[in-house]
C-alpha cells in the first residue's frame, strides 16, 4: 500500500488518530494495491471499498451518494453523454453497505428504485434547470431521494425538502456530482466525528467536511475521480489554512 501526505503534517495522521483508535490499527489489513493520501484532517483511498471500509475500524457518520442502482445515463449529449457508473447495475453496492453499517448514515438515491431500510426520508429539490425524462409528459424528475438512519443528528428544526441548485455539466467535475452546500447542510446535522464516504467520487463530501472543520475518510475506485477528489480537498484544505 502507498502512503503520501499533501500539506502541513502535523494535520495528518497524528492529529485523525484522537478519537479514532481502531483507525490506524487497521492500515496493515488495507489491500496492498490500495493507494493511501493523507491531507490535513481527510484520508483518502483509491481502491475498492467493498476490501478497504472492513479494515477502517469505527467511525461516526456515513454521507454518501452510492450508486443508485438505475444504469444511470443522460443520452442527450454534453459533457457526460452515456457515462456508466461502477456497479449502478442493480443496488447490489448499497445494499451490501446498509448490512454493514452500525453508526448513523446519510444516502442519495433515485425514487425509481426500492429505498433502503431507514429512519426518514428527505428530498433533494434539484431545481428548474433540471429534469428531463419523457419530454412529453407534464412533470420533470427535477428531485432525488435522501435517506436518513441511524440517531444522534441534531440541529433546527427544518424542512424535509432541500432546494439546492443541481450544477450544469460545465461546472461539475464527476456526473452526478452534489453541490457542495447541499453537502455541507447534511453534515451540519450529523453527530460530531468523523464523516466516511465509501463512494467518494470527485470529493465533494470532503470538501464539505475539510469546510466544517470534520475529520473525513474517503474512498474511490476510479482513478481519474481520485486525483480530482484529493485536488478539491487539497485546495479546501489550504483554504481553511488561510483563515
Given at each position: 500500500?502507498k502512503t503520501h501526505t499533501r500539506g502541513n503534517p502535523t494535520h495528518g495522521l497524528s492529529k485523525i488518530s484522537k478519537g479514532i483508535p481502531?483507525?490506524?490499527?487497521?492500515?496493515?489489513?488495507?489491500?496492498?494495491?490500495?493507494?493511501?493520501?493523507?491531507?490535513?484532517?481527510?484520508?483518502?483511498?483509491?481502491?475498492?471499498?467493498?476490501?478497504?471500509?472492513?479494515?477502517?475500524?469505527?467511525?461516526?457518520?456515513?454521507?454518501?451518494?452510492?450508486?443508485?442502482?438505475?444504469?444511470?445515463?443522460?443520452?442527450?449529449?454534453?459533457?457526460?453523454?452515456?457515462?456508466?457508473?461502477?456497479?449502478?447495475?442493480?443496488?447490489?453496492?448499497?445494499?451490501?453497505?446498509?448490512?454493514?453499517?452500525?453508526?448513523?448514515?446519510?444516502?442519495?438515491?433515485?425514487?425509481?428504485?426500492?429505498?433502503?431500510?431507514?429512519?426518514?426520508?428527505?428530498?433533494?429539490?434539484?431545481?428548474?434547470?433540471?429534469?428531463?425524462?419523457?419530454?412529453?409528459?407534464?412533470?420533470?424528475?427535477?428531485?432525488?431521494?435522501?435517506?436518513?438512519?441511524?440517531?444522534?443528528?441534531?440541529?433546527?428544526?427544518?424542512?424535509?425538502?432541500?432546494?439546492?441548485?443541481?450544477?450544469?455539466?460545465?461546472?461539475?467535475?464527476?456526473?452526478?456530482e452534489k453541490p457542495v452546500h447541499l453537502l455541507s447542510a447534511l453534515i451540519r446535522k450529523c453527530p460530531p466525528g468523523t464523516i466516511l464516504?465509501?463512494?467518494?467520487?470527485?470529493?465533494?463530501?470532503?470538501?464539505?467536511?475539510?469546510?466544517?472543520?470534520?475529520?473525513?475518510?474517503?474512498?474511490?475506485?476510479?482513478?481519474?475521480?481520485f486525483d480530482i477528489a484529493c485536488r478539491r480537498i487539497d485546495d479546501a484544505q489550504k483554504q481553511v489554512r488561510l483563515f
Amino acid at each position: 500500500m502507498k502512503t503520501h501526505t499533501r500539506g502541513n503534517p502535523t494535520h495528518g495522521l497524528s492529529k485523525i488518530s484522537k478519537g479514532i483508535p481502531s483507525l490506524l490499527h487497521a492500515v496493515a489489513g488495507v489491500p496492498e494495491m490500495t493507494e493511501r493520501v493523507v491531507i490535513g484532517d481527510a484520508v483518502l483511498y483509491h481502491g475498492d471499498c467493498l476490501e478497504i471500509l472492513p479494515t477502517l475500524g469505527r467511525v461516526d457518520c456515513v454521507v454518501t451518494d452510492p450508486p443508485y442502482g438505475c444504469s444511470a445515463t443522460t443520452g442527450r449529449g454534453g459533457a457526460y453523454d452515456k457515462f456508466e457508473i461502477a456497479g449502478d447495475k442493480d443496488t447490489g453496492l448499497r445494499d451490501w453497505l446498509v448490512s454493514v453499517l452500525s453508526c448513523p448514515w446519510i444516502m442519495f438515491g433515485s425514487p425509481r428504485i426500492p429505498r433502503p431500510p431507514c429512519k426518514a426520508v428527505l428530498v433533494w429539490n434539484k431545481g428548474e434547470h433540471t429534469g428531463m425524462g419523457d419530454l412529453s409528459f407534464p412533470w420533470k424528475p427535477d428531485f432525488e431521494e435522501i435517506y436518513i438512519n441511524g440517531d444522534g443528528f441534531a440541529g433546527p428544526r427544518t424542512s424535509s425538502v432541500l432546494a439546492v441548485n443541481a450544477r450544469k455539466d460545465s461546472g461539475r467535475e464527476h456526473p452526478t456530482e452534489k453541490p457542495v452546500h447541499l453537502l455541507s447542510a447534511l453534515i451540519r446535522k450529523c453527530p460530531p466525528g468523523t464523516i466516511l464516504d465509501p463512494f467518494m467520487g470527485s470529493g465533494t463530501t470532503g470538501v464539505a467536511a475539510v469546510q466544517m472543520g470534520r475529520k473525513f475518510i474517503g474512498i474511490e475506485i476510479e482513478r481519474k475521480y481520485f486525483d480530482i477528489a484529493c485536488r478539491r480537498i487539497d485546495d479546501a484544505q489550504k483554504q481553511v489554512r488561510l483563515f
